[in-house]
């Protein structure tokens, strides 16, 4: 199995190989998305494709890490993806502030990834309920690629603990403004002792993202899988790439979220200064925790890859004190993180 190991290579597969299968599989989705009765299921399941559609991009990276059973794993991140960004966007944006109501919907996701567990009504909590079949087709198509894989049963408890973590979060910050902080800390104290040094806020960023998931799934493909493979893929990504990479999606939406009065866990540090010193550790720990997988060059990139995408974003030079920022985070992965900074610019120009 070819699997990248420098910047300039690893471009060229994304390019080639992962970008134009992503495209073809939310073009799926969103003909799906568009068949769908209810008005606002519709509105946010169209929405949630069309605003984020960069997060299947990214996780579709990690498909790479499957060899010629790539599409078929690009086919399960994107799924995924279109599941986690359809119901955050049902939380974040509906009327409902019922943590029963985010249970019930996030269960999609947990039965995503269990293949052998019967599809439910996951909007049973909502007035708004005909989605013309769309979450249970997307919840089925993630439970039939897994199927197929050569390890399922040994990542499964992995899968769930991860995926765990993310419906969680889900619930405990979407609820009213008043009990959120509240539900989040006791949430971080019940594992506070589990983890490295870190505040619940941060443990909350480890808990948002799905590259965990989406790396064990790309492996559970490969021929041999052992145990003690899965222990340092679920430590290598969780909890610092994971942090990481949430950490640096809630920095450049600060001005957003301020507007809409959304969470960000980025406006909980107390100054500029802690916060560059929080990325830099995470950055430090990324590295330092890759190193020991297997592909470990394509980890670090990846890695770093998050710094640079992230900080050459659009939303980076709509905020002044934040561009200032951006520079010396991008500097902390260096000259790999400068590459794909550079990238992520063209990118993004050629996608305008």
């Not at 690009?74 to 799924?79: R, Y």
């Not at 991860?162 to 008043?178: I, N, W």
């Not at 942090?243 to 600060?254: A, N, S, T």
């Not at 009065?261 to 107390?270: H, I, R, T, V």
Request: hydrophobic letters at 35%.
């Amino acid at each position: 199995m070819n699997v990248p190991n420098n910047p300039i290579t690893l471009m060229a597969q994304v390019y080639k190989e992962v970008m134009p299968v992503v495209h073809e599989k939310l073009a799926y989705w969103t003909t799906r998305a568009t068949e769908i009765p209810n008005i606002e299921l519709r509105k946010q399941a169209l929405g949630s494709i069309a605003a984020k559609t960069f997060h299947c991009e990214g996780g579709g990276i990690l498909a790479l890490l499957a060899g010629e059973n790539r599409n078929e794993c690009i086919s399960f991140v994107v799924a995924y993806q279109t599941i986690s960004d359809y119901l955050d966007n049902l939380c974040d944006r509906s009327t409902s502030l019922d943590p029963l109501d985010f249970e019930a919907m996030h269960e999609s996701m947990l039965h995503a990834l269990t293949p052998s567990q019967p599809l439910v009504n996951y909007y049973r909590y909502r007035e708004d309920q005909d989605d013309g079949g769309y979450l249970h087709e997307l919840v089925q198509t993630c439970q039939i690629i897994l199927q197929k894989s050569h390890h399922y049963s040994k990542i499964a408890p992995t899968l769930h603990e991860l995926a765990g973590y993310y419906c969680d979060l889900q619930v405990h910050k979407h609820v009213k403004v008043e009990e959120r902080e509240g539900r989040l800390q006791n949430w971080f104290h019940a594992y506070e002792d589990e983890l490295p040094a870190m505040e619940w806020f941060e443990f909350s960023a480890c808990a948002g993202s799905t590259l965990g998931i989406f790396c064990l799934v790309s492996y559970s493909f490969h021929e041999k899988l052992s145990e003690e493979h899965i222990l340092k893929i679920k430590q290598g990504y969780f909890p610092y790439v994971q942090g990481l990479h949430i950490l640096l999606d809630y920095f450049i939406d600060q001005e957003e979220d301020r507007i809409e009065g959304d969470l960000n866990f980025c406006s909980y540090y107390e100054n500029k200064e802690q916060t560059l010193k929080r990325f830099q550790h995470f950055v430090r720990e990324s590295d330092a925790h890759v190193r020991g997988l297997p592909d470990a060059k394509f980890h670090q990139l990846l890695s770093r890859g998050l710094l640079g995408v992230y900080m050459s974003d659009q939303k980076i030079h709509e905020q002044k004190e934040i561009k200032k920022m951006a520079k010396k985070i991008v500097k902390f992965g260096g000259l790999t993180s400068y590459f794909f900074y550079i990238n992520g610019k063209m990118y993004r120009k050629r996608a305008q």
